[in-house]
Each structure stands twice: as C-alpha cells, then as structure tokens.
C-alpha cells in the first residue's frame, strides 16, 4: 500500500448495536475506528508519523497529538540507550 492508496473499508458486523451502545452516529465511529487503527499501525512501526497523517486527512502535527491522545510516544523506545551510548 502506497501513501495515495485509500484505506481498504472495514465491515463492523452489528454497527448499529455499537452506536446504540455508545451513542456515537456512524460517521462518529468511523473516524474513531480509523485514527485508532491509524495509532496503532504507528504504534507497531508499520506507518510513519507523515503516512499516518496522510491516509487521516490530517497535518502530521495533528497525527502527533492523537498520538499523544492515545498515549503512544513519538519517540522509538525500542532503542537500547545503554547500548547505543556503548557504540559511541
């Protein structure tokens, strides 16, 4: 998947019963499915910070506050300082 390919559409089986259970309309939980599916694929290294923000309709410094929103770090925590600071 490029940049300028739309997302694939996600069926919900029993959407209304979510909307009724939340009181969210369908355009509502459509958007909170995509940002939160969109977080998490930053989350996993899948997407950039920019792809993320690109495939929401949104700036990449909005991108970045849903994922401080979500309480995902814009920083790599996978990285080993100790062992980086080694490698000098």
Known sequence: M???????????????LLERATGRGPAE???LGRE?????????G?????????FHGISRRE????LDAYHVSIFDEAVDLQHEAELG
């Open 2 to 16: 490029t940049t300028t390919d739309p997302l694939p559409q996600i069926h919900l089986e029993h959407a209304e």
């Open 29 to 31: 939980l459509e958007t």
């Open 36 to 44: 939160a599916l969109l977080v998490r694929l930053y989350a996993l």
């Open 46 to 54: 899948v997407l950039t910070s920019g792809e993320g923000a690109h």
């Open 63 to 66: 991108f970045l506050d849903l």
